[in-house]
C-alpha cells in the first residue's frame, strides 16, 4: 500500500464481493477510475469523487443477459430501464434466428422477425450500420450481437418454407461474414419456427462454417422442445462439431405436458456431450414461455394467455380457451382469427425449470420481449428471480453459483473480454444489491415493474442507476467479439 493517498472516481466502500468466478464472498472496497477497476482490497488510504458505503451488501459484475430480443429497443428506447433496473450491463441481441441486422425486407417482415418491430424498425441493410446505430444511440447497456439465420435466409429467399439453395446459402455466408469481421458473436437460429423450420441440418452447418476462424460460436432456438428434444439436441450438437464451434442451446426447457420430467434425460445428454465438445445452454427463470401465437400448439392440452392480437387487440390478457368459448368456436379458429398475435404459454414443470437452472452448464437468460404490450414478466424479472426466489428463498442454489451463471460463466462463453468478473483492469460493470431484499416486483398480471434491492449500477464506470431510478447518464456501446478468456479457477471446457 502506498503511504501517499490514491485517487478514484468512485470508491465502493464495505461490499461483499461476488467475483464472478464462483468463489465464495468476501469483503473488499473497490476503485473505479476511467471505466475501469482499479483496485481492489482495503482502500482505506483512497480519495474518490464518489464514495458508495456498501454496508456489507453484494457487490458482483453486472449481470449480462444473453438471451434477448432487444436488437431495436437499445435504439428507440436506449434507457433500457427494463435491463437496467435488474443490474443487467450487457445484452446479447440477435436470438432465435431473428436479428435487426443484416436485413433488407422486401415486404412485413416474417414471423417471428416481428418480434422486433414492424417492417420501419428494419434499417440496418449491414452489421455496420446496425453497429453505428447502437453506438449513436448511446444505450444504457452495452450491447453484444448474434445474426439471425432467419434473418439471412430472409434477404436471400422468394419462401422461407424450403431449404436455401447452395447459391443462397453462399449468399448468407458473405452476410455472416461482413457481420464477423465487424465484432458479431456468432450465429443463431430459430428451428422451431415456420420460417426456419424447412432448413436443412446441411444448411446451417455450411453456413456456420465461417464461425471458427472467427472465434465466434453457434446458438439455437432447436428444432423442438416437446416430444422430439432429444433429437433437436443431436442436431444442434451436429452442426457445432462439422463447424468446429461451441454450441449454446437457448432457453432449454421441456416443453408440453408430455415432455415434463424429462430434464433429467435432456441434461444427461447436455453432459454426454460435453464430455466431446463444448456445449451450454441457457434458461429463464419460469414455468411459461411467451413467443408469436403458433398454431401448432394450440391443441388444447395446456392454457395459452394471448398477450398481443393485430386484429382483436381488445383480446390481450384473456385464455385462448375464453376466447373461443365467447365467441363459440373451436380454440384453434380462435386462434386463425387472432393472428397475427402474440402469446404465453403454460408449457413446462417446475421441477424441470429447477434442475436445468440449477445445472452447472446452465446460464441466465430473460428471452424477454420489450414490445409485447403485456410481456411476459421475464422482460423485468429474471434475474432478481434467481437471486432472490431461487437462490435465496427456495436455496436451489447458493448465490455466488447464481452470480457466476449470470456474469463470469456468461462473458467466458461469447467472448465478451474484460467483462463479468471482477479483477483490477477489467471493465467497470458493476451491481450493488441486498441479497436480503433483491426479489422480482413483475408478474403476468402486472409485468412492468422495478425489482426490489438492486441498490446501484455502474456501465463502464458510469452510475447509471440507483435506489430505483435511472440516474440519466447512458454510457453503453456495442461490444465487439473479443477472445474467449479461460476463467482463472476452471478448466476450459467446465469454464464453457
Known sequence: MHSHPEAADTLIVG??????????????????????????????????????????????????????????????????LPKISQGVTTVVVGNCGISAAPVALKGDPPDPMNLLGAREAFAYPTFAAYVAAVNAAKPAVNVGALIGHTALRNNHL????????????????????????????????????????EASTEEVATLAEPLAAAGALYTTHMRTEFDAILDAMEEAYHIGKHARVPVVISHLKCAGPSNWGR?????????????????GCDCYPYSRSSSTLDLKQVTGDIDITITWSTPHPEQAGKLIKDIAAEWGVSQQEAGKRLQPAGAVYHNMSEDDVRRILSHPATMVGSDGLPNDPLPHPRLWGAFPRVLGHYARDEQLLPLE?????????????????????????????????DPAKVRDAATFDKPQQVAEGIDAVWVNGVLSYRDGQPTGERAGHFVARGPREASANTSANVAF
Open 263 to 279: 430434464s433429467a434425460e435432456v441434461l444427461a445428454s447436455l453432459d454426454g456431450a460435453r464430455k466431446y465438445q463444448p456445449v
Open 15 to 80: 461490499a461483499m464481493l461476488y467475483d464472478g468466478t464462483g468463489a465464495p464472498p468476501v469483503e473488499r472496497d473497490v476503485a473505479l477510475r476511467d471505466g475501469r477497476i482499479v483496485a481492489i482490497g482495503n482502500l482505506s488510504n483512497w480519495l474518490a469523487e464518489e464514495v458508495i458505503e456498501a454496508n456489507g451488501r453484494a457487490l458482483a459484475p453486472g449481470f449480462i443477459d444473453v438471451h434477448t430480443h432487444d436488437d431495436t429497443h437499445v435504439i428507440r428506447s436506449p434507457q433500457m
Open 401 to 433: 453459483e447464481a452470480v457466476r451463471k449470470m456474469t463470469g460463466l456468461s462473458a467466458r462463453r461469447y467472448g465478451l473480454a474484460q467483462r463479468g468478473e471482477v479483477h483490477v483492469g477489467w471493465h467497470a460493470d458493476l451491481v450493488l444489491f
Open 158 to 197: 422468394d419462401n422461407l418454407k424450403r431449404a436455401a439453395t447452395r447459391d443462397e446459402v453462399a449468399a448468407m455466408r458473405a452476410q455472416l461474414e461482413e457481420a464477423l469481421a465487424n465484432g458479431a458473436l456468432g450465429l443463431s437460429t430459430g428451428l422451431a419456427y415456420g420460417s426456419a423450420y
